[in-house]
Nanobody
Framework: VQLVESGGGLVQAGGPLRLPCVVSASIVHFEAMAWYPQAPERQRELVAQITGGGIGGTTNYADSVKGRFAISTDNAKNTVYLQMNNLKPEDTGVYSC??????????????WGQGTQVTVSS
């Protein structure tokens, strides 16, 4: 399984960005899809998650991004999106897309993309 993120770049504080993550397999097969940013000298942390293969699942957000970020899927395109609005300098980081695959026959697997850099200037 391959995940390819794009859409990163340099944006001024208060601006928006939309990050797509194209998955090489059908999203419906995954228990959850999520976005994890990582900034220098900070731990990687989950900011947005969508469960249920993008069909009738739930969304979860870190407190720091609630009301500003939105995760969604386009299952026909095998793509997960992270819409980021009202960006802040502390949102700066490399944003990676993650797919969680569960099977009754083996342990849970996580597939990671290579990440896309988001830089928010003040």
């Amino acid at each position: 399984v391959q995940l390819v993120e794009s859409g990163g770049g340099l944006v001024q504080a208060g601006g928006p960005l939309r990050l797509p993550c194209v998955v090489s397999a059908s999203i419906v097969h995954f228990e959850a899809m999520a976005w994890y940013p990582q900034a220098p000298e900070r731990q990687r942390e989950l900011v947005a998650q969508i469960t249920g293969g993008g069909i009738g699942g739930t969304t979860n957000y870190a407190d720091s991004v609630k009301g500003r970020f939105a995760i969604s899927t386009d299952n026909a395109k095998n793509t997960v999106y992270l819409q980021m609005n009202n960006l802040k300098p502390e949102d700066t980081g490399v944003y990676s897309c993650v797919a969680e695959f569960q099977s009754p026959y083996q342990s849970t697997r996580y597939y990671w993309g290579q990440g896309t850099q988001v830089t928010v200037s003040s």
